[in-house]
C-alpha cells in the first residue's frame, strides 16, 4: 500500500528561524511529489518535483528530492508568522491524477 | 484564470439523506479528482474523472459516486449519509490525464456536517 510519511508532526520555532520539513514515502511507479501549504482552507500549490537531486526554489522556500532514498525535504528560512500552516506532502503514483497524501507538519511561528 | 470553484461551500445534512457536491475545474483543465479531509484520517483520495470517465478510485464504500461532465464540470454523491461522512471535502483540478501535464490545483472545498 502507498505511504507517504511527515516529520515532524508539529513544531514551533521564532521568527527569523530556518525549518526543515521531512517526507518520506513508499509508492508504486513514483511519477511525483508535491508539497502543499493549508491554513485554514484548501491547500495551497507549493512544489511539484519530478526528477531527483533538483533543488527547486521560491522566495524563502525551497525543496530537493530524492528518489534513490525515497524522501524529500522542504525548507523555509527566515521564518514569518504567515508561515504558520500545516504543510502537506504528497505524492503521485501509478497512472493519473491520484495523490497519497502525509499527515501533514503543523508549523507554528511565533512573533 | 479563475480557479477551481465548488458549491454549496457548507451543507448540513441528516443520517440517511443523500447529497450533491460540485465541482467547476480552472478553465481548460480536463481532469477533476475528489479528495475527504477529516482530523482523524486526514487526505484521502476519492475518485478521479478524466473526459467524463473515472480513472482512479480509493477507498470508499460504494455510497461514494461520481461524474464528470463535457463541459469538465464534476459532481460528487453520496447516498444514504453517516455521521463519519461528516468532513471536508475538496475538489482538485489538473490540465492534462497525468501529473507529467502539471500540478492539481484544489478548490475551497464544501464543509459537510451530517448530523
Known amino acids: 500500500e502507498d505511504k507517504v510519511v511527515q516529520s515532524p508532526l508539529s513544531l514551533v520555532v521564532h521568527e527569523g528561524d530556518t525549518v526543515t520539513l521531512n517526507c518520506s514515502y513508499e509508492v508504486t511507479n513514483f511519477r511525483s511529489l508535491l508539497w502543499y501549504k493549508q491554513e485554514k482552507k484548501a491547500p495551497t500549490f507549493l512544489f511539484m518535483l519530478?526528477?531527483?537531486?533538483i533543488e527547486k526554489k521560491s522566495g524563502r522556500l525551497s525543496s530537493i528530492l530524492d528518489k534513490k532514498e525515497l524522501f524529500s525535504i522542504l525548507n523555509i528560512t527566515a521564518t514569518q508568522t504567515g508561515d504558520s500552516a500545516v504543510y502537506l506532502c504528497?505524492?503521485?503514483?501509478?497512472?493519473?491524477?491520484?495523490?497519497?497524501f502525509g499527515a501533514g507538519t503543523i508549523l507554528r511561528v511565533k512573533s | 484564470k479563475a480557479g477551481v470553484t465548488q458549491t454549496p461551500r457548507y451543507l448540513i445534512k441528516t443520517r440517511g439523506q443523500q447529497v450533491t457536491l460540485s465541482c467547476s475545474p480552472i478553465s481548460g483543465h480536463r481532469s477533476v479528482s475528489w479528495y475527504q479531509q477529516t482530523p482523524g484520517q486526514g487526505l484521502q483520495f476519492l475518485f478521479e474523472y478524466f473526459s467524463e470517465t473515472q480513472r482512479n478510485k480509493g477507498n470508499f464504500p460504494g455510497r461514494f459516486s461520481g461524474r464528470q461532465f463535457s463541459n469538465s464540470r464534476s459532481e460528487m454523491n453520496v447516498s444514504t449519509l453517516e455521521l463519519g461522512d461528516s468532513a471536508l471535502y475538496l475538489c482538485?483540478?489538473?490540465?492534462?490525464?497525468?501529473?507529467?501535464?502539471?500540478?492539481?490545483?484544489f478548490g475551497p472545498g464544501t464543509r459537510l456536517t451530517v448530523t
Open positions: 482538485a483540478s489538473s490540465l492534462g490525464g497525468d501529473l507529467r501535464f502539471g500540478e492539481q490545483y
Open positions: 504528497a505524492v503521485g503514483g501509478e497512472y493519473g491524477n491520484k495523490l497519497v
Open positions: 519530478t526528477s531527483s537531486g
